[in-house]
């Protein structure tokens, strides 16, 4: 029977340690990333991972950072972003973001993946809440170890939209418990140039 469960990570900076089960070199897990408990033992939970690029992998982690049931998933975030106007909209407000000026991110639709990994938000005054979480917006599996083509904070990124480092915690807030149904992705957003 699952024991249904997720990573609360809030009081983290939206990650918790993982470590892979029965060896390997560990990863962070995103805030509120559906998992499934399995065992546990020594202050340790046992899970397989539901959803997002680790999904169907098992894992381990201290049993504090796992609760019961559902904290609260909504449906699919639908954004809406004017690269000319430098604003991106979205169901709980509206936010300043760019993109990169040599390498912007292309008009049309693009998936809004579940974070995947920290990354550097690369301004020592990114203390905003969460900065180090970004949404890949690519189709497939992003680069490793890249910025790329990711919603994000901090700085422009090649093919990716940079949300104003001070409105980063609401988007944020809203986009982590945004879920399309696909075990991938919290939504999509629309691109346009004007």
Same mark, same amino acid.
């Given at each position: ?5 997720? @990573? ?12 892979? !089960?029965?060896? $390997? &070199? ?5 805030? %509120?990333?559906? @998992?499934? @408990?399995?065992?546990?033992? $020594?202050?340790?939970?046992? %899970?397989?991972?539901? !959803? ?6 098992? %894992? ?18 639908? =954004? ?49 809440? *969460?900065? #180090?979480?970004? %949404?890949?917006? $690519? ?8 910025? !790329? ?7 422009? #990124?090649?093919?990716? &939209? #940079? ?7 609401? =988007? ?5 418990? *945004? ?6 992705? @919290? ?8």
């Amino acid at each position: 029977m699952p024991n249904r469960h997720y @990573v609360d990570a809030d009081a983290h900076d939206g990650w918790v340690p993982a470590r892979p !089960e029965p060896a $390997g &070199i560990g990863v962070m897990l995103p805030a %509120f990333l559906a @998992v499934d @408990v399995m065992s546990s033992s $020594g202050g340790r939970d046992r %899970f397989k991972v539901l !959803e997002g690029v680790h999904a169907g992998k098992t %894992f381990s982690a201290s049993a504090a950072h796992l609760k019961p049931g559902n904290p609260g998933y909504r449906g699919p975030a639908h =954004l809406h972003y004017n690269i000319g106007k430098q604003r991106l909209n979205f169901a709980g407000g509206q936010v300043r973001a760019t993109t990169s000026a040599q390498a912007p991110i292309a008009a049309g639709a693009h998936p809004v993946h579940i974070p995947d990994a920290p990354h550097d938000p690369a301004t020592p005054q990114a203390t905003a809440s *969460c900065a #180090t979480t970004g %949404f890949y917006l $690519g189709r497939g599996v992003p680069a490793a170890a890249t910025n !790329e083509g990711y919603l994000n904070t901090g700085r422009a #990124t090649a093919g990716g &939209i #940079t949300v104003e480092l001070s409105d980063w915690p609401a =988007l944020y807030r809203y986009l982590i418990l *945004c879920r399309s149904g696909d075990g991938k992705t @919290v939504g999509s957003v629309d691109v346009v140039v004007r």
